[in-house]
């Protein structure tokens, strides 16, 4: 009897929502997959170059539900790989930009497990590039900072740091938390009309965008209704997408976003 060889792990970025978004080498790792564990963000039309004969399993979770909990997430793999596989891990986004892919990776690493990273289009700058809303740009940000909204209070997030020293801000898993957040920034200095953006589903065809300031978004997210995914930006870039935002003149793209600005006049930067 000839002991199984062991497989190998892919950890795969999936991109932002759109499903050419995919990198080449994340499209070439799917048709060759034995197993494709997926998250839930991640567009299920990247299933298509999937081999029918491959396992599909979703493991993922988004704010508010769950499939499984990470250290079963995490053994999944490991097992496949165990098992001889060819195994994807097909994440939203990139895999390392907040999406729980570096401990996935310490996991293979701790079981011996050989794997590569993919990296992915983060919707850190794909979602804002949809809404016409370039995080950095010669005359109005230097800089520019990925946040996390799950830890709006605590000492975790150094929202005052951050809103004194950086121009653009992407708060990513913000939008239950945006009074909290939006509130630690007036606290901190921030200026109540420093212009914010929510984008939600973006980079797909329902994208819904809405544009506001720190002081008014937060009444402008519940008018409108924002559900996740949902990105902010906070910063004077912002003010860009009345010039820039381009994907809701794409036919096939529905209107939520242009009448999202036009509802924004009411408090916010008119658009
Ligand atoms: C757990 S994080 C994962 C981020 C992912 N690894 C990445 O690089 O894009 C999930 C958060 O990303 C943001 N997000 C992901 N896809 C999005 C989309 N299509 N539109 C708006 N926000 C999105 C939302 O803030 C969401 O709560």
């Given at each position: 009897m000839t002991a199984t060889s062991i497989g190998k792990v892919y950890l795969i970025g999936a991109g932002?929502?759109?499903?050419?978004?995919?990198?080449l080498k994340g499209k070439r790792c799917l048709e060759a997959a034995d197993v494709v564990l997926y998250d839930e963000?991640?567009?299920?039309?990247?299933?298509?170059?999937?081999?029918?004969n491959a396992e599909i399993v979703c493991v993922g979770k988004i704010a508010g539900g769950c499939a499984g909990n990470q250290r079963a997430i995490e053994a999944m793999p490991i097992g496949r790989a165990r098992e001889g596989k060819c195994v994807v891990r097909l994440k939203g986004g990139d895999p390392f930009v907040f999406g729980r892919g570096g401990e996935e990776a310490q996991a293979l690493s701790a079981a011996g497990i050989p794997f590569e990273i993919v990296p992915g289009v983060s919707s850190a700058i794909a979602v804002p590039a949809y809404a016409g809303?370039?995080?950095?740009?010669?005359?109005?940000?230097a800089s520019v900072a990925f946040v996390t909204?799950?830890?709006?209070?605590?000492?975790?997030?150094?929202w005052g740091e951050l809103a004194r020293a950086t121009d653009t801000l992407i708060i990513l898993m913000g939008l239950q938390n945006i009074r909290a957040i939006m509130g630690r920034l007036l606290e901190e200095g921030?200026?109540?009309?420093?212009p914010v953006a929510l984008i939600e589903?973006?980079?797909?065809?329902h994208q819904k965008t809405a544009i506001g300031t720190v002081a008014t978004i937060c009444e402008i997210a519940e008018q409108r209704r924002f559900r996740s995914p949902t990105l902010i930006v906070v910063g004077?870039?912002?003010?860009?997408a009345r010039e820039l935002?381009?994907?809701?003149?794409?036919?096939?793209?529905?209107m939520t976003t242009r009448r999202n600005y036009e509802a924004e006049s009411l408090g916010g930067v008119s658009i």
């Open positions: 932002p929502g759109d499903p050419e978004l995919i990198t963000l991640v567009n299920r039309e990247l299933l298509d170059f999937v081999s029918a809303i370039p995080v950095t740009h010669r005359s109005h940000a909204g799950h830890k709006a209070v605590g000492g975790e997030v150094k921030c200026e109540p009309d420093r589903s973006g980079t797909l065809p004077e870039v912002v003010n860009l935002a381009w994907f809701e003149r794409l036919p096939g793209v529905e």
